[in-house]
């Protein structure tokens, strides 16, 4: 194949990165258990798109191997969530995650597990009552 130039000389682009982080952060600090492990909720931080949970554990390592264990396949590309959360909103309803969306992280050097799902289309983080993890309740005010 062979390439004509039609434009000489040199192109420059600019893009504004005015970034705002309108995400919320709770601090949590609650006992929990993963897979039979202890852990600790510590933070848990709600924007429109994604819900991100920060867990720290001595056994982080253990949970994360759990984690892996029982995740399955229901679909083309598609697994179970092996980290599911459940969004209580102020009018009633909820949302639980079923297909993983996301990032799942384990550090086994600050023993931190990192958890971010993803929503689409975007969550209304502001109407949030409270959010389910492994059977703990976290109300958010």
């Given at each position: 194949?062979?390439?004509?130039?039609?434009?000489?000389?040199?192109?420059?682009?600019?893009?504004?990165?005015?970034?705002?982080?309108?995400?919320?952060?709770?601090?949590?600090?609650?006992?929990?258990?993963?897979?039979?492990?202890?852990?600790?909720?510590?933070?848990?931080?709600?924007?429109?798109?994604?819900?991100?949970?920060?867990?720290?554990?001595?056994?982080?390592?253990?949970?994360?191997?759990?984690?892996?264990?029982?995740?399955?396949?229901?679909?083309?590309?598609?697994?179970?969530?092996?980290?599911?959360?459940?969004?209580?909103?102020?009018?009633?309803?909820?949302?639980?995650?079923?297909?993983?969306?996301?990032i799942t992280s384990g550090d086994l050097i600050t023993n931190t597990i990192t958890i971010v799902k993803l929503f689409?289309?975007?969550?209304?983080?502001?109407?949030?009552?409270?959010?389910?993890?492994?059977?703990?309740?976290?109300?958010?005010?």
């Amino acid at each position: 194949m062979n390439m004509k130039k039609i434009n000489l000389g040199s192109w420059k682009t600019n893009f504004n990165l005015d970034y705002t982080d309108i995400s919320t952060t709770h601090q949590i600090d609650q006992g929990i258990s993963l897979y039979n492990y202890e852990a600790t909720l510590s933070s848990i931080s709600i924007s429109p798109v994604s819900v991100t949970l920060k867990v720290d554990s001595t056994h982080t390592k253990e949970i994360s191997e759990a984690s892996s264990r029982s995740s399955r396949e229901i679909g083309l590309n598609e697994y179970e969530d092996s980290y599911p959360i459940t969004i209580n909103y102020k009018d009633g309803t909820s949302e639980t995650t079923a297909v993983f969306k996301g990032i799942t992280s384990g550090d086994l050097i600050t023993n931190t597990i990192t958890i971010v799902k993803l929503f689409t289309p975007i969550i209304n983080d502001k109407e949030i009552k409270s959010v389910e993890f492994f059977d703990t309740v976290v109300p958010i005010d």
